[in-house]
């Protein structure tokens, strides 16, 4: 949330079905259409109504550790992640620079899925900035998940509303014809 803030990103938030906001009552489900939060005047994010990612299944993560990464285990970092959402690319890269200058983060790896030179053919025309990186402060130390890895997102809102579960559902396809 400290990256979001001050960059403008947004998370998705869980519409409730009984919603009597005429604003939310447009997102019925957010597998249909997603809805997001951003800050409120005092810099504060609703904390009940983010909707954080879930853990990697472990059979996605089996198939992935056997598909791709020849069962090397160190190489699967994205098991614990969560995305952030902006209306720009500015804001978007406003977020990157936020977390590439934190000295408690280090970063292992950036996936530009949003370069013009990227093939977006082999993400099923899927877009993002992803970040493999690790937290390291003397908490994480003491705790020894200083050396966990773990995946930010950084996604344009566009996009994000383009992917509904039919479109997730075609790049499981997508995905598993490829044999990733």
Not at 6 to 16: A, I, K, L, Q, T
Not at 144 to 151: G, M, N, S
Request: with cysteine; aromatic share 8%.
């Amino acid at each position: 949330m400290e990256w979001a803030r001050p960059s403008g990103g947004c998370f998705h938030v869980r519409v409730p079905d009984d919603a009597s906001c005429q604003e939310t009552q447009s997102f019925q489900s957010l597998r249909q259409r997603p809805s997001f939060v951003g800050a409120d005047e005092e810099g504060q994010f609703p904390l009940l109504d983010i909707e954080w990612a879930k853990l990697k299944r472990p059979q996605r993560a089996v198939e992935k550790l056997l598909r791709v990464y020849d069962m090397e285990a160190s190489r699967l970092v994205d098991i614990t992640r969560q995305s952030i959402y902006f209306d720009s690319l500015h804001s978007l890269s406003h977020c990157l620079e936020i977390i590439l200058s934190d000295p408690q983060v280090v970063v292992e790896r950036i996936k530009n899925r949003m370069d013009e030179a990227y093939d977006a053919s082999v993400s099923g025309g899927y877009r993002d900035c992803s970040l493999n990186l690790r937290i390291v402060t003397p908490e994480s130390r003491r705790c020894r998940t200083d050396l966990h890895v773990c995946e930010v997102q950084l996604v344009l809102k566009k996009i994000a509303m383009l992917k509904t579960s039919d479109g997730h559902k075609g790049y499981v396809l997508f995905r598993n014809t490829r044999g990733q």
